[in-house]
Structures are given as C-alpha cells and as structure tokens.
C-alpha cells in the first residue's frame, strides 16, 4: 500500500546471505532484499485456500481493468499518489454503494495500486494482500474493497488515507510535512499497536512480519491503519511455538531471533514495534548511513541512552520539548525497550503495549487552556497535557 521503498530482507533460508537486489529501491544506501524472484507459496502464506477461493471472497469487488481505468483517469501522473516496491498507487473515485466509476471530486475516494512488476514473488504477495484483507476487518487495519485480476493486469482498490504514511510525516522534510506532536505520535502508536494485538489476538493467528512505518497510514483524523500484507504469515497452531519461514521483512526491523534462525512468531512482530515506537520517539531512520559513525544503527545508538532514565532526552525528537511530561516520555522509552528486549520472552505481547499506550494518551477532557508545559533546567514539567504544533497539511501521497 504504501511507497514502499523498502529494504525488505530475503533469503532462501537462515544462514544465506542477504543480497542486493536490482528491483530494491534505495533511499538511504541501506535497503537490502535478494534478488530471487522465486518463492514458494508457503513463504507467503500458510492458508490452505486455493487461489480460487480467496479470490472468492464475498467481501470484495472484483473490478474490471477498464473501470479502474475509468476510476483513475487512466492512471494519469497527476493521479499518481505513490510508488514502490510492488508497483503505483493512483487516486479514484467510485460510488460508494454500486462501486462503479464516477467522475473525480465526486463519490467515494479510492487508492488503486497497481502490480508492475509481472513476477511470480509479485503475484503471491498480491495474493496474500487479498487473502488476509478479504478476511479480516478492523478500525485499525486498512480496508481493501476489491482487486482485478484481467489478463496480464493485478490491481488492489484500498480506501483512501489522506495523509499518507507515517514515514513520510517522520522522515519527510517540507512545508507539507510539520513535525507531527507528541500526542498524535501517541495516538498513531496506539492505533498501530491496537491493528498488531487484533491480528494477534485473532481466530487464526497472524503474524504481520513487516510491520514498519511505512506501512501505518494515516486517515484525515491521524487514524492509524496497517496496511500491505504481502509477507503476513498465519502463526503457529497446536502445540508449536513457531513457524519456521525464510527470512523475510525489512532491514532494521525485523526481530533477531528470526534473522538468526528464521522462526517467526507474534514476538517477532513487537520487536518491530518497538523499533518503529523509537522511530516516533526520535524521528530518527531504523537504519541510516547519513547518520554520524556509531549512529547508523537506530537501536543500537539508542539502548544505552533507553536504559538510563536521565538520559532518555537524547533519544527524543528535539523539535518535541514542551510537550511532554518527563515521566510519560521516560515510559514511552521503558516501552520501547521492553519491546526490543533481545530475549523473545521478555517482551510483552501487543495486548500489555497497548494498555501501557492508552496509559500515554492525552486527557481527552484536559481543557486546552491547561495544556501547557515547561522545560526547566534541562527537565520536562508537565502541567495537564500537551501543547501542539499546527497539524500538518494533507500529504500529497497517499503511500
């Protein structure tokens, strides 16, 4: 869903070694995946259901390529929202109770994504994106209304999220791109981490595996929605306490056990939480080489300063001071290190992240001429809730 120039990680298995692959886009030097385009059904998903089936799903509309053409304007560059690994992403409208084309500024507004590379890895996870999403339904998780599968042409129709990603409002610099405040960074991460407990929580467990931020978007009101599940596997059934996969996900997020050893379970997944809530927290790259020597590594830089509570202020965004209080920023911190706790065991599960999350949340009956705080003698004194900067303008992309 997203513009996701992702340095996606792959290897055939555990102890192979991870390639640079021609199709990676790179931001930042850093983005790694391999090159095989070869990838096995079970890699992407353990459902048992046919192709047929998921593409049966009563749940979604299966669109022909001429009304998505119609719907976007046929894909003019000036529809285009967004574009990544998987393919472009264009801007639509369709009526909301037939879901036929309609003309633009008027019906309901869509995000199509369109598939451009025709490769076997590609159809897969274009596959699994429908079998997860034709199923599953949450506040928190992106709403796909339909797909077209016509000829040579594989196409996903999502909900338009009119602020883009989350990444972009982090990494982004521009008029368009204010830093986000304390309290929407807040709420984004319980938003995220409330999407990550229901697909843990849910009758057949699924593991998200490349939870990042580049994949959270964002409605008009900061609601926060996953999306992209191309990589999502069912978790482990029975007695069994993993699933054994090739490695796969994004450098820099996924957790080490699974780069090590290639099982996957719901740990995994608030491993990467918590880099994704150091990323909120500092606004800082998981990984960036532009980054002083010794910094390139998000986590790594930041643990020794998460572990020392007067330290924390090192770590946090400096474009945030006065808007917190030091207790809640040092909780926050706590959090994200319990979640990058190296041990999969000591980690919480996402339901315990969310509960510590709703804890961190703004007062919504605090009145605003409260909420103010000062910064004294180098700490953080909190008097009732935050004070923002102007929210950002809606983004361009929608990924």
Not at 166 to 175: I, T, V
Not at 198 to 203: K, S
Request: proline share 5%.
């Amino acid at each position: 869903m997203g513009a996701c120039c992702s340095n996606r990680v792959k290897a055939d298995n555990p102890s192979s070694t991870i390639g640079v692959s021609s199709k990676t886009v790179s931001r930042n030097g850093n983005n790694l995946s391999s090159s095989s385009s070869k990838v096995s059904s079970a890699s992407v998903t353990q459902t048992p259901r046919s192709e047929g089936e998921i593409l049966q799903s009563p749940n979604l509309k299966n669109f022909s390529f001429s009304e998505l053409k119609t719907a976007t304007r046929n894909f003019r560059p000036d529809s285009l929202v967004g574009e990544g690994g998987f393919g472009s992403v264009f801007k639509g409208w369709i009526d909301e109770h037939s879901l036929t084309p309609t003309n633009p500024g008027t019906g309901m507004v869509i995000a199509t994504k369109r598939l451009n590379q025709e490769s076997y890895q590609g159809h897969k996870e274009w596959l699994a994106e429908i079998n997860y999403l034709g199923q599953l339904h949450h506040p928190n998780l992106v709403k796909l209304i339909g797909y077209c599968l016509e000829d040579e042409h594989r196409l996903l129709v999502y909900e338009f999220m009119a602020r883009g990603s989350m990444e972009n409002h982090l990494f982004r610099r521009g008029s368009r791109f204010q830093p986000l405040s304390w309290s929407i960074r807040m709420k984004v991460a319980l938003g995220a981490a409330k999407g990550l407990a229901f697909l843990h929580n849910a009758e057949t467990q699924v593991i998200y595996r490349d939870f990042k931020t580049s994949n959270i978007l964002l409605d008009s009101n900061y609601n926060a929605k996953l999306s992209d599940f191309g990589l999502a596997r069912d978790g482990p059934t029975g007695d069994k306490s993993h699933v054994s996969t090739r490695v796969m996900g994004t450098f820099g997020y996924a957790a080490p056990e699974y780069l090590a050893t290639g099982h996957l379970t719901a740990k995994s997944d608030v491993y990467s939480f918590g880099v994704v809530l150091l990323e909120m927290l500092s606004s800082r790259r998981a990984i960036d080489k532009n980054q002083p020597s010794g910094e390139h590594n998000l986590v790594e830089w930041a643990k020794p300063y998460l572990i020392n509570k007067r330290r924390v202020f090192h770590v946090l965004d400096a474009r945030l001071e006065g808007q917190y209080s030091l207790p809640r920023a040092q909780k926050a911190a706590n959090l994200a290190l319990q979640c990058l706790a190296m041990e999969p065991r000591f980690r919480p599960n996402m339901d315990e992240v969310v509960t510590e999350l709703e804890q961190l949340q703004e007062p919504k009956d605090t009145p605003k001429s409260t909420q103010k705080e000062q910064h004294v003698n180098g700490h953080i004194h909190s008097k009732g809730g935050t004070t923002t900067y102007p929210r950002p303008s809606v983004s361009p992309r929608h990924a």
